[in-house]
């Protein structure tokens, strides 16, 4: 009897450690921004953008790039943990963008036109003028086109 139990404990324990890493790995890429997409409202001066919340490392990581389109009034939000001096990058971008840097629901800066990255060499990376806790992408043209400053709420639903 006692043979019988170590030979289906020995099972178990082989089945267990071959499903572990199946487990693990679903429960990273649930946690880690492989789950839907969010979308909010993110509303600057009576302009409303439906946005694509970018709140874990792997969706800021990956932001918009290899996407082939950024529609008028469309946008990705980046939400940060903390405030800090978050940089981005155009990896793998097909179009321009305007990057709007907000800190405690008022803007304090952005990049205007910011051409995708050209597929040979280094990759620059664009830093806020100070800390921020967010930073919403848009098509670029956005901020000249709805006279978007410094200071301007910025009111996320």
């Known amino acids: ?13 082989q089945l267990f450690i071959m499903f572990l890493p199946i487990l693990l790995f679903a ?3 649930y946690n880690f921004g ?8 993110v509303i600057i001066n009576g302009t409303e953008f439906a946005v694509e919340t970018a709140d874990t490392f ?3 990581a990956n932001g918009l790039s290899g996407r082939e389109e950024l529609k008028p009034n469309q946008g990705m939000l980046f939400i940060f ?10 990896k793998d971008m097909k179009f321009s963008i305007d990057i709007i840097w907000i800190k405690s629901g ?3 800066g952005f990049e205007k036109n910011m051409p995708p990255a050209k597929s040979n060499g280094e990759l620059p990376v664009y830093y806020p003028p100070s800390e921020v806790d967010s930073v919403l992408e ?3 043209g956005t901020v000249d086109k709805f006279k978007f400053m410094a200071g301007d709420a910025v009111k996320v639903l």
């Open 138 to 140: 848009v098509l670029a």
């Open 1 to 13: 009897m006692n043979f019988a139990n170590n030979k289906n404990s020995k099972r178990f324990i």
């Open 27 to 29: 429960v990273l890429i």
């Open 106 to 108: 008022k803007i304090i």
């Open 58 to 60: 792997i969706k800021r």
């Open 81 to 90: 943990g903390r405030s800090g001096i978050h940089g981005f990058w155009m």
């Open 34 to 41: 492989f789950r839907n997409r969010a979308f909010e409202k």
